[in-house]
């Protein structure tokens, strides 16, 4: 079982460690709820160490991620971050990533549990491109989290009178990715709140912690776990890589159809131009249940009124902020009218949910 470069802090916290995906990260310190409050309402701080790193680099960098992922990367800017997907041939995602662009490199964020998949999937498609070098920074670069209406008052604290709050999907800092001191912050953020993804120098990364969770607490802000973080990104309606996306469940019935770019060819292409045309069969909605019950949980049969199965939940929970439960189900594309009800089985009962628009829940752009 791996842990972080935070580990010892978060047991220093007393947080409630569990294990998600090989890594020993905390669930929560004091409560996913209070957690999840402080969030919204204040800040919090996320250790995202478990998080994949990954440089691509080299004369045909380009055109090799421009193959592999079906980004807009022609018309990004350097300093510009973008979400995509690593497809394979049949258009389902590997994973969903971040892709940032530097002058002459791109760095990867990918998922925990798919880290070493995606390094080996790069890696074998760069013999194809001279040139590309792909090199796994997760070692090298540690990663964290400040989330919440309050986070750049936390980075003008860390950072001092540098600080310059950054456009939403931009970032910025100095990269020496051939020695141990590339710094960056990005506008970023799995929570539906305003905020900050940071990356640091892996030796400087616990007394950094220290300074950011120190401006934290100035702010009413606490450290919060992937309890919240869960809870957080559930609300907006960010997907989970193995819940609302994996190899059987493509970006188009996940509704992320937007960013695609159709206009030029990428893998996977053919198979998502075929499901487009044909008609999507399957489409992810929000769901929620408007008395109280049992929480819908991933797996769980969703039934029209009639009690004919039309498709399962991919995640649910009881929502902090709403204060009752919401779930995201992908269900027949014939069934998905906004304001239908439907049955959702739970441990053999059946319970009624409405069908929402998502996301459950949205920042105030005053924020």
Known sequence: MQKTALYDKHVELGATITEFNGWLMPLFYTSITEEHHATRRAVGLFDLCHMGRIL???TKAFEFLNWLTPARLREARVGQVLYSFLLTDKGTPLDDITIYVGSDWFLLVVNAGNCARALE???????????????????QIGMMAVQGPRSDAVLQA?????????????????????????????????????????????HELVAAWDKVL????????????????DSLRLEAAMPLYGHELSEEITPLEAGLGKFIDWEKEFLGKQALVAQRDAGIARRLVGLEMQQRGPVPRHGYRVLARDQRSIGLITSGLHSPTLGNNIAMALVKAEETTLGNEVLVEIRGSLYPMIIVKRPFYKRSETQ
């Open 56 to 58: 691509v680099r080299g």
């Open 121 to 139: 999937w790069l890696a074998s498609h760069a013999q194809e491109y001279e040139g590309v070098e792909v090199r796994d920074l997760s070692e």
């Open 158 to 202: 860390f950072c001092g009178e540098k600080w310059e709050p950054l456009r939403y999907y931009t970032f910025s800092g100095e990269t020496h990715w051939d020695s141990a001191g590339s710094t960056l912050i990005s506008a970023t953020g799995y929570t539906g709140e305003w905020g900050y993804e940071l990356f640091l120098p892996a």
């Open 214 to 229: 120190a401006a934290v607490r100035e702010q009413g802000g606490q450290p919060a776990g992937l309890g919240a973080r």
